[in-house]
């Protein structure tokens, strides 16, 4: 028996297993790359075999496939999956795609109405994966302003100038308004809920745990930005996060606590250690960071007013907020504030020049088990998004550079450059670390963050000399580099590092619809 027929044999008794692929030729086979699958510690060269969008075999024998592509000299790894991914579009995805991201999950601000979210992505299509938790934000808005909910990032900006549902508990009929609103997103198949805390302070602490237990009830995670931003006491960031542990506590819900890095800030000596005691004590907690010192939001948030802000949260000057890549000076500080409240701006946090800021910027992404998570925003131009459907990236584009080269980053500062974790390590936070936390309440995510036999063909192919970020504070709108070959359920969707236009593989994430909303 010939040698190649021994192979395809010896391939076929792989095969076997499953009597599909025995009939059928593979579509594709990586080659002779380094395979790194953290959920199974393996970290060697291998064939990963793809069929029908799924791996079907990951193997040291050289398979029959229609197209096989040259996996030498790269890793190949799960593809990455994004918890925090605001300004979701085609544009957005298209960006992140070449940073690695396969998936990319609304979680911490969520949707509602759930159903437009996913038919406007189904509409205008995607080029990675997506989905939403449901928008709590919006339900309270819409509750207090007696409005029905708009998914839409305009939406909510524009309401950033109403106090009211910032700062005040709810009544009875607004509390009543506020669970139907979630239970029915819920039911609509939204992935868990989204708590934008941070941004309506006032909000009463029974509300926030009633919610959590129709979520606990619901058995789906909650997302939540803390209460407060804040190193001074009463009303801090350890305070809040208390909240959030106690409330996981009592209704047992599963908390995921977002961006930790821009809410502990130089507090996250004591914080992390509580969330870490308390996961000890068997309490449902998860969290993630973005591995740069500046955060982004809008100028008008709650948490850049009311008295004595600025030392709350360390001292802030207006020369610590950019728009556009400029600094502010106090006058357009104050006029932003008080004209354009929605205007997205960055705003430098933590110091990381500085040995303190760097340590305490490391503490927040080195978290154990903590993921990272881009809190990504939309492309704008001119105060306006950037049309969805433009190609490529316009030069001139504005966002935080989280937007664009967060996964990068990381693989480029903290494994090659400061070498303070393993390539397997850090796959298994950008990768199957979130696949692992939101897999218990999202069946679709128990085959993603991994290659392995049954998996989603989401898998990226990066050089590890190479990779890296571009995007700058000054010029963000810059897409990363290294991301050889990236496919989405089986599709090559970037190819030499270039992205193919004509293809859209992202699928819908979505837990089961009970009833639409
Ligand atoms: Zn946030």
Redesign the pocket.
Known sequence: MTYRLKNVFTAGILWCLSAICFAQQADIMLRGGRVIDPASHLDAVRNVVIANGKIIAVTEQDVDAKQVIDARGLVVSPGFIDM?AHGQSLLSGRVKALDGITTALEL??GALPVDDFYAKAELQGRAINYGASVNWANARIAAFVQNLPEDSTEWFEASMGNIAWQSKPANKDQMNAILNSVQKGLDAGGLGVGF?L?YAPGTGFKEYYQVSRLAAKAGVPTFT?ARYLSMTEPGSSFQAIAEIISVAASTGVHAHI??LN??SLSDIPLISPMIKQAQQRGVALSTEAYPYGA?S?SVGAALFRGPRWREKVGGLSAHNFELNGKRLTEEQLSQLQNDAPGTEVVIHLLDTSQAAGQRHLDEAVLFDKGVIAS?SMAWMRDGKSVEPTLWPLPGDAYSHPRSAGAFARFLRIYVRERQLVSLLQAIEKLSYGPARILEKSIPQMRNKGRIQVGADADIVLFNPATVSDKATFSKPAQTSVGFEYVLVNGVVLVKGGELNTNVKPGQPIRNPIKHSS
């Open positions: 925090h911490e601000s934008l941070g930005h977002v961006h821009s809410i955060g939001t809190d």
